[in-house]
């Protein structure tokens, strides 16, 4: 009667054992690919033309005593702009600290993105998982998490990733202080961005009821959870409200109502129409991905037996796989469409499998793992953070969407769905772990691809980004007049969205408006004062770009928008040089100097 246990410890013992190599070589198999995804994409991070540049303003701003809100305009929570502000002041200026504190923040999203998948599956299944996620957040563009068009996603996304870890401890071990701090991290979410805090908010009351509610005899659980979560919001708008009136707060900034109807609206509606026809297409994707969950189902079952049948099977897999790595050597762009099919499903399988969660906590949630809660957690998570793209939700697509911001919870639920929930054999096991592995090697193919085009280093005094060969000549121009015609430290204009060039040159952006997207001006009172700022500042250079802005529902500056102040800028200003690019659709910019006071 003694035997028995004694028996099964050396076993688990020997378990665990094996377990903890497996994650040690996992980690280190993670650690040599980000190493090589970070010298595959070194500079090729951010857009010059786009904006890369918004919070290297907006934190160096902090950095020389400036705050969100009162001293400039800022449409986010103001986490990001003290965290990059921070960085500026230990770092220095330019552009290094930006890129040492993204890269630290890439790093510790993929490694949070594999502890958090470790929770639900294997080492292995955690690696195909972070594998995944790795090129999205050091592969290059606008929306890699080194230098995103925002930090706010970033820190949101790892303050995210951060509450569930705090949840998983909570859960296994009943610890108040793993709770208080799920609540601190839910708190400081809530100043980044609105979708980050709708996905925390609803993951607390889901966690909240299914966890800590039926093992809290009284209130101290929830005032564990959601004291923190209230109290830091509250802290830290309410001082900013007490420094400007509240109408400028949140309608000037947090939720800027003149630039959402001059065509912010419109960009949202670009990936959540909330049409039939983008539900028909969104409910489409999901039976296609479903027929073919089926059909490697029915492979598995086929390699459980014997015979013709198995012998069939894996002449079929050999064949699909051959098949694939020839199409992604020789035609990566067809790798690219068709991942769309493999990934814009999520974010209606992320609701149907929070409805099949919460049905099967109802029926036997006395009997769930902590895994089990946080699983439901995450895919509240995801389901919120995908309802906002569901239309547009691709990763390594041209052009970038936003749904990569929600690509760590995607991986994660991706990784229980085929390693836990289908994994009934041992070949659906390995298929499932082989279906995440091929999603990694492809996804770090297209940024390898990605990377090699922008081959071309724009090089200003404060740093270097890489852009593609038809583009970069048109940013160094522009650099080269901003050094030959004004000193550092000066003030430039630079628009509507060139904000990555007041860091690499080393200037300074002389409106409150860092980027002048359309309704960033609001009327034409806005727009004259803009061009008093520039007049107190003795701004001597301005260049405009070209680009149009088609996605909001826009022409060009002085076109549809900001007519005004390009006026102005014609009458005071001479028009000195045109800068093209290269390429069927060049980009242009015209350089301005000074003519009157």
Not at 372 to 399: E, I, M, Q
Not at 498 to 510: F, K, Q
Request: one cysteine or more; aromatic letters at 8%; proline letters at 5%.
């Amino acid at each position: 009667m003694i035997a028995a246990p004694t028996a099964v410890a050396p076993r688990a013992r020997s378990r665990l054992l094996r377990l903890a190599a497996a994650d040690v070589v996992a980690v280190a198999g993670l650690a040599v690919l980000c190493a090589a995804l970070l010298a595959v994409a070194w500079r090729t991070w951010g857009d010059l033309g786009s904006d890369t540049g918004y919070d290297l303003v907006a934190g160096a701003r902090v950095a020389h005593g400036s705050l969100p809100y009162t001293g400039f305009v800022y449409y986010y929570g103001p986490l990001a702009p003290f965290v990059v502000g921070l960085a500026t002041w230990l770092g220095g200026a330019g552009l290094a600290p930006a890129v040492g504190l993204g890269i630290v923040l890439a790093l510790a999203i993929v490694a949070a993105t594999y502890a958090l998948a470790r929770t639900q599956t294997t080492p292995v299944g955690a690696f195909a998982a972070a594998a995944i996620a790795a090129p999205l957040a050091l592969g290059p563009g606008n929306l890699s998490f080194v230098l995103p068009h925002s930090e706010s996603a970033t820190v949101g996304i790892l303050l995210l990733l951060c509450f569930l870890l705090a949840a998983t401890r909570f859960a296994a071990t009943d610890r108040p202080a793993w709770l208080v701090a799920a609540g601190a991290c839910a708190g400081l979410i809530s100043l980044t961005r609105p979708e980050d805090e709708a996905a925390v908010v609803a993951a607390a009351c889901v966690f909240y009821v299914v966890r800590v509610r039926t093992r809290d005899r009284g209130f101290g659980g929830a005032a564990r959870l959601f004291g923190p979560a209230a109290l830091v919001p509250a802290a830290v708008y309410g001082a900013f409200a007490a420094s400007v009136s509240l109408h400028r707060l949140v309608a000037d900034n947090l939720y800027p109502v003149h630039e959402l109807r001059a065509g912010g609206n419109r960009v949202l509606r670009l990936t959540a129409p909330l049409t039939a026809g983008s539900f028909a297409s969104l409910a489409g994707k999901l039976v296609l991905y479903c027929a073919g969950v089926a059909a490697l189902l029915l492979v598995a079952c086929a390699l459980e037996r014997r015979g013709r049948l198995r012998s069939s099977a894996i002449a079929a897999l050999a064949g699909a796989a051959v098949t694939l790595a020839a199409v992604a050597a020789m035609r990566p762009e067809t790798v690219r469409y068709y991942l769309h099919y493999a990934y814009g499903w999520i974010p209606a399988g992320a609701v149907v499998a929070v409805v099949v969660l919460l049905r099967r906590y109802r029926r036997h949630g006395g009997g769930w793992t902590a895994a089990d809660h946080v699983a439901l957690a995450t895919t509240v998570v995801l389901a919120v953070l995908a309802a906002k793209t569901y239309a547009g939700f691709l990763f390594f697509s041209r052009p970038p969407q936003f749904a990569v911001y929600a690509a760590p919870f995607a991986v994660v639920f991706l990784a229980r769905l085929h390693l836990v929930e289908l994994a009934r054999s041992r070949s659906a096991l390995a298929l499932g772990a082989a279906w995440l592995l091929v999603l990694a090697v492809l996804g770090i193919g297209l940024a390898t691809k990605d990377a090699r085009a922008k081959s071309v280093l724009v090089q200003g005094p404060q740093g270097a980004l890489a852009a593609s060969p038809a583009d970069a000549p048109a940013y160094q121009a522009a650099l080269r007049w901003i050094d030959s015609r004004t000193r550092s430290g000066d003030a430039v204009l630079l628009g509507p969205q060139l904000t990555a060039l007041y860091t690499l040159s080393g200037r300074t952006d002389p409106l409150p408006q860092i980027s002048l997207l359309p309704g960033a001006l609001h009327d034409a009172r806005a727009e004259r004062d803009a061009m008093q700022r520039l007049q107190r500042a003795h701004v001597r250079l301005a260049i405009i770009d070209r680009r149009r802005f088609p996605e909001y529902g826009n022409t060009t500056f002085g076109g549809s928008f900001d007519r005004v102040l390009a006026a102005l800028i014609r009458q005071r200003f001479a028009h000195v040089a045109t800068l093209r690019g290269g390429g069927p659709k060049p980009r242009v910019l015209d350089v301005w100097l000074r003519t009157s006071a």
